[in-house]
């Protein structure tokens, strides 16, 4: 879990929506998009985040109306941010810290990435089957990839 950040979004697509947008246009794009959340950007600035969980919780649970509801009223405003040099290490200790699912990757001020925890499994499966295989090649004498 030593690896940068920037080596699992490297390459990614992030896929963004404006505070503007209904909820049911949020909806609709995290299921056409396939995404559990979604950066809200406005003016190229990085303005919250909206994931299912604010769906469920602010309009389903809440009864209220999806089609009048924009993003700004349900989103997480000024999300806790990463930036792209720190370590997959670090991103894990701030989503288990403070009970998120994904968290939205910086470079300097500009949105590059969003992190998910289900990045960080398999970065951290891969890394593990990687431990494994040079450990079976030092017992075994096997070539190591």
Known sequence: MTQPISAVITGRQLYTISSDASAREAAQYLEGKDVGAVAVVDD???KG????????QRIIAAGADPNTVTVAQIMTANPVTMQTSKTLADALEVL???????????EGDTLVG??????????MKSELEDDLHEREALIFGLPQL
């Open 44 to 46: 190229g600035a990085l």
């Open 114 to 123: 969003m992190l998910s925890v289900r990045d960080l499994y398999a970065a």
């Open 49 to 56: 985040i909206l994931s299912e969980r604010d769906l469920v």
């Open 96 to 106: 288990r810290g403070r009970k998120f699912r994904h968290l939205p990757v910086m």
